[in-house]
């Protein structure tokens, strides 16, 4: 008898072991690395100055071996971006949002309070869908305008992954530059590895 009652107390053991261990909230895999990566943002995003596929999400593409969706359109405000939010991002239900958003609205202008309260917006309604979202934020010495606070700001409200310049060591350097404002091939390498990182820590 006492046989039997250690054989079930063993049995009772192994099973709890296994629940414990095997199924804890901390082994479970992220779920959101396995859907679709897209990559949300202006002229930095598409590309500008790049040679054919080497814009910075088709080398992100490549350093993780699955595909990439380059949503990138040249020009883009945090307002425009926000109007067609739904159709290149929400509706394709990512697992990972990287975006590169505001250096027009510096450039034209925009008040920071009206950028980051579309790239709040942007960031809570990717969010809201469980996607993970990792920001590439811009800082400029000269002509910053409290920028740079602002996504670190932004940030801190949304609990985004940021990286706080993207741009940092890139922006000025005639090796890494197409033209005044956007990378080449190289500059788009390093952005490409920082989004990686930031992906893959």
């Known amino acids: 008898m006492k046989k ?32 679709t990566i897209i990559c ?9 100055g790049a040679s054919q596929g080497m814009d ?10 699955r ?13 425009r971006a926000l109007k067609r939010l739904e159709r290149d991002v929400i509706s394709k239900s990512p697992g990972i949002v990287l ?28 969010q809201k ?6 920001v590439g934020g811009l800082k400029f010495q000269l002509r910053d305008r409290g920028y740079g606070k602002g996504f670190e700001e932004l940030a801190d409200q949304t609990g985004a992954v940021l990286i706080p310049n993207i741009f940092e060591g890139i922006m000025g350097d005639r090796k890494l530059m197409s033209d005044p404002i956007h990378p080449n091939d190289a500059g788009y390498k390093i952005i490409a590895q920082r989004f990686h990182a930031a992906i893959s820590p």
Do not use: C, W
């Not at 949300?40 to 500008?48: A, I, M, Q, V």
């Not at 595909?67 to 307002?79: E, K, L, Q, R, S």
């Open 56 to 65: 910075y999400p088709a080398q992100l593409s490549q350093m993780l071996n």
């Open 4 to 35: 039997v009652i250690y054989f079930i107390l063993a049995i009772g053991i192994f099973f709890l072991s296994y629940v414990v261990f095997f199924h804890s909230p901390g082994a479970e895999p992220d779920e959101s690395n396995h859907r």
């Open 40 to 48: 949300f943002g202006d002229s930095l995003t598409y590309g500008t």
């Open 67 to 79: 595909p990439v969706i380059n949503a990138g359109v040249p020009g883009d405000t945090t307002g």
């Open 99 to 126: 975006i590169t958003l505001g250096g027009n609205d510096l450039k034209n202008g925009v008040s920071k309070d009206t950028a980051f309260r579309n790239l709040r917006q942007i960031v809570e309604s990717i």
């Open 129 to 134: 869908q469980g996607a993970k979202v990792i």
